[in-house]
């Protein structure tokens, strides 16, 4: 996988690097989070990155992008725009993946699921289910960054924009926790 120098570029210009003590969707704990919106903020960038990563999937026939929300929604849009494709997400209720406000995913229907951050696959293999449970196949994975360390396995090798590698910690173990730093969650699934 090639990393785009010009996506870490898109980093340090938004300041979407964040250094500090955060608690990621994993629950985990990091020093640093990649903070995608706000490099989707701008249309330049969200419409690059959807340029980019379509560059990957040439060769991949899809009907429609699938992300997970919060995320995902401006990846999936842009993804999709460029390829002609639909762009959907699904939401978390009462814990599970769901297709609402009337989405619909057609039996047999083809789908790319990409989301901003992958980092244990989580939500990545919860679209997934969802996707298949509608009758849907997943053909490809993709996003902006790839935290992975390939330490996860998914059905298809992720297509990121960005590989980065980044220590985290489970809650006792944290040096971070240790020293008394506040920790921080800036991701969409602790929000209220």
């Known amino acids: 996988m090639n990393t785009s120098p010009e996506i870490l570029d898109m980093f340090i210009q938004t300041g979407a690097l964040l250094e500090g003590h955060f608690k990621l969707s994993s629950g985990r704990h990091s020093d640093r989070y990649m903070q995608c919106a706000r490099i989707l903020q701008f249309p330049r960038y969200a419409r690059r990155i959807g340029e980019l990563l379509a560059s990957r999937f040439?060769?991949?026939?899809?009907?429609?992008?699938?992300?997970?929300?919060?995320?995902?929604?401006?990846?999936?849009?842009?993804?999709?725009?460029?390829?002609?494709?639909?762009?959907?997400?699904?939401?978390?209720?009462?814990?599970?993946?769901?297709?609402?406000?009337?989405?619909?995913?057609d039996s047999g229907e083809s789908a790319i699921i990409v989301e901003d951050v992958i980092t244990t696959g989580k939500s990545t293999r919860e679209v997934i289910d969802m996707v298949t449970g509608a009758g849907?196949?997943?053909?490809?994975?993709?996003?902006?960054?790839?935290?992975?360390?390939?330490?996860?396995?998914?059905?298809?090798?992720?297509?990121?924009?960005?590989?980065?590698?980044?220590?985290?910690?489970?809650?006792?173990d944290c040096p971070l926790c240790l020293k008394g730093i506040p920790l921080e969650a800036p991701g969409s699934r602790f929000k209220r």
Do not use: K, N, Y
């Not at 992300?67 to 959907?88: D, F, K, S």
């Not at 360390?149 to 998914?154: A, D, E």
């Open 58 to 105: 040439q060769s991949v026939q899809c009907s429609v992008v699938v992300a997970p929300a919060l995320g995902g929604i401006l990846v999936a849009h842009e993804l999709a725009a460029c390829l002609g494709a639909r762009a959907i997400f699904g939401e978390r209720e009462d814990g599970v993946m769901r297709l609402r406000r009337g989405f619909q995913i």
């Open 136 to 172: 849907g196949v997943p053909v490809a994975i993709g996003g902006i960054v790839d935290r992975t360390g390939q330490s996860v396995q998914l059905p298809f090798s992720p297509q990121c924009l960005l590989r980065i590698e980044i220590d985290s910690w489970e809650g006792p």
